[in-house]
């Protein structure tokens, strides 16, 4: 799929354009706002596949934008791709976080808060008999590294996905979607 965006749309997006490879939490969150609006435009659905970006600077100021899905090539030339040291593999999916008092998850919070950044990911909290508080954070990262703020594993711990479905159907949801304003904002 190719897309091609405009400077103000560029600039919407908050893609940093004079170095494309520059590869940064904003980037990488912005490029899956870019795909994500694409998806609802078109029937390009990059979720649950590998996917190859190749971003291309317009001098007009805008940028054209390659998706190419791995799923698509052998097995052989995905593994070149993936493993060569020019490419960034960008990966999007949620982090589910324990903590077993109100005060870590507090800390925790106010680490993401805090974090240069300036990030706030979307989040749910739950409360789970036996285990505490679970914070679930949508996370942008680099392959396999999954986890986007590494500060919070001071305070709790990252549980397995394989948890993700439990968590979900027998925790109490204490506050969907906007967790880390919600717990922020109670001092």
């Known amino acids: 799929m190719k897309i091609v965006l405009t400077s103000e749309e560029a600039k919407g997006y908050r893609l940093d354009l004079s170095d494309p490879a520059k590869d940064t939490q904003r980037s990488r969150r912005a490029l899956w706002s870019v795909l994500d609006d694409a998806r609802k435009s078109v029937s390009f659905d990059p979720s649950g596949d590998k996917v190859l970006v190749q971003l291309y600077p317009m001098k007009s100021g805008g940028c054209e934008i390659f998706v190419t899905k791995l799923g698509i090539l052998s097995e052989a030339s995905a593994r070149l791709v993936s493993d060569s040291d020019r490419v960034t593999l960008l990966s999007k999916g949620y982090g589910f976080y324990a903590f077993s008092t109100s005060e870590d998850l507090y800390r925790a919070v106010l680490t993401i808060k805090n974090h240069p950044s300036g990030i706030i990911p979307k989040g749910d909290l739950y409360f789970l008999d036996n285990v505490g508080y679970v914070l679930k954070i949508e996370e942008y990262g680099r392959g396999r590294e999954g986890i986007e703020f590494m500060s919070i594993l001071e305070f709790g711990k990252r549980l397995p ?10 925790g109490t949801l204490l506050a969907s979607s906007n967790a880390i304003e919600t717990i922020s904002a109670s001092d």
């Open 161 to 170: 996905s394989e948890l993700s479905s439990y968590i979900t159907e027998h």
